[in-house]
């Protein structure tokens, strides 16, 4: 059964919630004025659906969830992808090899049959949300 873009608006609202967001580089969609974010133009594809959050860390790397699907600029390449498209989702590689710390960690990999992107966040909290946000994205659809 598909879910409604509102059903999954409400879910990504309330796992954001759960991890204490906003915060000083994650907002709402609704929030944001896109004036403040110069060079920033968010590009909304008919895959994508509403956006509802934005994590940003500057002009070239920010990720934006929607009802859909994920998109964002990973340095200025824009990229998107439906999350019934995800196949595993991936950012931990270089904690588990010890060669960072949780801290430090704001990529996170998106696995599909075809490719793989990078999505960015800020490091610690903001990537955290952005992951398990993602994960149960990939989860319900």
């Known amino acids: 059964m598909k879910k ?7 879910r990504i609202l309330w796992a954001a919630g759960r991890h204490n967001l906003p915060s000083e580089n994650g907002h709402l969609y609704q929030d944001i004025e896109l004036k403040n974010y110069s060079g920033l133009e968010l ?5 994508f659906g509403r956006p509802v959050y934005f994590f940003f860390e500057d002009e070239k ?3 934006t969830l929607g009802t859909r ?12 992808i439906e999350y019934t498209d995800i196949q595993d989702l991936c950012g931990f590689d270089k904690l588990k090899s ?15 049959s075809q490719k793989e992107i990078v999505f960015k ?15 149960m994205l990939q989860r319900i659809s």
């Not at 590009?43 to 895959?47: D, I, S, W």
């Not at 966040?121 to 994960?135: K, V």
């Open 4 to 10: 409604s873009e509102n059903f999954i608006e409400r």
């Open 43 to 47: 590009r909304h594809e008919e895959h």
């Open 61 to 63: 790397n920010w990720t």
């Open 69 to 80: 699907g994920i998109c964002g600029v990973n340095d200025s390449t824009f990229n998107s």
């Open 98 to 112: 010890g060669m960072t710390r949780k801290e430090d960690l704001n990529e996170l990999k998106v696995i599909t």
């Open 121 to 135: 966040s800020m490091s610690g909290g903001d990537f955290f949300a952005l992951w398990n946000i993602c994960l």
